[in-house]
């Protein structure tokens, strides 16, 4: 696992996207897993001014995001689906027919959550996922006593999970109960993780993830069983790890043997 500490946000949110864009060019029908939140949306700012300026192409690319609201209508204002099109998809060249978002209104969650695991199956696999982390140590929306095998699959969100994303809705009783999540095992299934943490609020959740034990009441955790993932911290978020000076020397003496093994 790296752990790459960076200043604050802004460079949380460039490495991340450097990381994505380099696997774009690299492949470019390149097939992205995204997240939704406050997180990622600095990443996204930066791929939007990178397909802008530097030709970064998504005209190839395939999506699959994590997770979406149950009940929510792909057009409510809070669903995921609206969330990627106003912060991403509108603002970059990929075609509406490679994105993937679960669909919250899906009448038979089984058979839905079944097809999505198998669409993802057959396009080839995600080769670099994108992720943040709950205050609890979520991943998607597998909120603590998520098995760290599960697949795609409908979620009672904790009331924490509540709490933290009511923020983005007129009332706390607006906030959906349930969600449709990839699972723990369909994450560790992708080639490449890379999780963004930043600010105070997260440092707990980082330090149980990164230096805690492996359990599925921090589904985060179960990062440490994949073999290629990087965690992108800023100063704030990485407070609490005991080995955070480590992480850096690691990364100091990286940069002059970089190699193509690492992401
Ligand atoms: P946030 O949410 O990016 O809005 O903090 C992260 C998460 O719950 O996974």
């Given at each position: 696992?790296?752990?790459?500490?960076?200043?604050?946000?802004?460079?949380?949110s460039?490495?991340?996207?450097?990381i994505?864009?380099?696997?774009?060019?690299?492949k470019?029908?390149?097939?992205?897993?995204?997240?939704?939140g406050?997180?990622?949306?600095?990443?996204?700012?930066?791929l939007?001014?990178?397909h802008?300026?530097?030709?970064?192409?998504?005209?190839?690319?395939?999506?699959?995001?994590?997770d979406?609201y149950y009940?929510?209508a792909?057009n409510h204002?809070?669903?995921?689906?609206?969330?990627?099109?106003?912060?991403l998809?509108?603002?970059?060249?990929?075609?509406?027919?490679n994105?993937h978002?679960?669909?919250?209104?899906?009448k038979?969650?089984?058979?839905?959550?079944?097809?999505?695991?198998?669409?993802?199956?057959?396009?080839g696999?995600?080769?670099?996922?994108?992720?943040?982390?709950?205050?609890?140590?979520?991943?998607?929306?597998?909120?603590p006593?998520?098995s760290?095998?599960?697949?795609t699959?409908?979620k009672?969100?904790?009331?924490?999970?509540?709490?933290?994303?009511?923020r983005?809705f007129?009332?706390?009783?607006?906030?959906?109960r349930l969600?449709?999540?990839m699972?723990v095992?369909?994450?560790?299934?992708?080639?490449?993780?890379?999780?963004?943490?930043?600010?105070?609020?997260?440092?707990?959740?980082?330090?149980?993830?990164i230096?805690?034990?492996?359990?599925?009441?921090?589904?985060?955790?179960?990062?440490?069983?994949h073999?290629?993932?990087?965690?992108?911290?800023?100063?704030?978020?990485?407070?609490?790890?005991?080995?955070?000076?480590?992480?850096?020397?690691v990364?100091?003496i990286?940069?002059?043997?970089?190699?193509?093994?690492?992401?």
């Amino acid at each position: 696992m790296r752990v790459v500490i960076v200043s604050d946000y802004d460079s949380a949110s460039k490495k991340a996207a450097s990381i994505i864009a380099k696997e774009i060019r690299s492949k470019p029908n390149a097939i992205l897993g995204l997240a939704t939140g406050s997180t990622p949306l600095g990443t996204y700012k930066e791929l939007i001014r990178m397909h802008k300026k530097e030709n970064l192409d998504f005209s190839r690319v395939r999506t699959f995001n994590l997770d979406e609201y149950y009940g929510l209508a792909p057009n409510h204002p809070q669903s995921y689906h609206r969330f990627m099109e106003e912060n991403l998809f509108s603002k970059v060249n990929i075609k509406a027919a490679n994105v993937h978002i679960p669909d919250g209104l899906t009448k038979d969650v089984g058979a839905f959550c079944r097809r999505y695991e198998e669409k993802i199956r057959r396009s080839g696999g995600i080769d670099i996922q994108l992720l943040g982390i709950g205050r609890d140590g979520h991943l998607g929306f597998n909120e603590p006593g998520s098995s760290l095998g599960s697949r795609t699959r409908l979620k009672t969100l904790t009331e924490e999970t509540v709490r933290d994303n009511a923020r983005f809705f007129s009332k706390t009783e607006d906030v959906p109960r349930l969600a449709i999540t990839m699972g723990v095992g369909t994450i560790l299934d992708a080639r490449k993780l890379i999780l963004i943490a930043t600010g105070e609020a997260k440092a707990e959740a980082v330090r149980a993830s990164i230096e805690g034990s492996v359990t599925a009441q921090v589904t985060a955790s179960a990062l440490q069983l994949h073999p290629s993932v990087i965690c992108v911290l800023d100063e704030a978020a990485s407070q609490l790890l005991t080995k955070r000076d480590y992480y850096k020397y690691v990364e100091k003496i990286a940069e002059s043997v970089e190699s193509e093994a690492r992401i």
